[in-house]
């Protein structure tokens, strides 16, 4: 460092600099090595692994691809997942059109969307960590979005533990499912005349 610091404001300062970075890194490369070394990873159900950004909402978005899906929809395929860094980490927006849902508005897309085609149930699923369930508000904007998808839907709000859901039990929809990752082999059913299923759109 000494020779470095010895040189700036002199003309050797940039080559001075350009050893230096070159022998012991950048601050800015290490922040994002050390940022990397923590990203989620992603296993679909093909076997192939993507990487979200650090943080408990990725986390459980992990537990609704891994455990969720298998349990609640086994052989179903991963249509969307978002991510808050890169926006999204799978986005199959060929087969997304090809069941007619938008995809022109990813920010309005819950956060993980699977695809059964064995039943052609579509599962909106919002991963909930500090807000965001399946509200009546979000319901009618999802049911309205999906009008042309040709694919039946089932809205579910993912929480880490059951605690978290009580937090926001008296917002969540009706005719929806709730999934909480430390109890993952159960649903909690908000009332209709069927469990895990979808119900036609009001109106139709």
Known sequence: MAP??????????????????????????????????????LTLPRGSIVYLSPGEHNVLQVAIVEQLGPRFAP?????????????????????????????????????????????????????????????????????????????????VTAFHKIHDFRKYAADIAWETEVWVADNPDHMIHFNGPKFLGPYKPRGS
Not at 13 to 29: A, C, D, P, W
Not at 104 to 115: F, M, R
Request: charge should be neutral; include cysteine; aromatic fraction near 10%.
């Open 75 to 155: 052989g179903a395929s991963v249509l969307y997942v978002g991510d808050t860094a890169p926006k999204h980490v799978v986005y199959e927006a060929d087969e997304l059109m090809r069941i007619g849902v938008p995809i022109t508005e990813h920010d309005k897309l819950p956060d993980v969307v699977l695809y059964w085609s064995e039943k052609n149930w579509l599962f909106l699923v919002e991963a909930v960590t500090s807000h965001g369930p399946v509200s009546p508000k979000r319901h009618r904007e999802l049911e309205k979005m999906l009008h042309d998808c040709t694919a039946d839907q089932v809205y």
């Open 4 to 41: 470095l610091l010895k040189a700036y404001g002199k003309r050797a300062f940039e080559k001075e600099l350009t050893e230096f970075i070159n022998r012991f890194g950048s601050l800015q490369e290490a922040y994002r090595r050390s940022r990397e070394g923590l990203r989620v990873p």
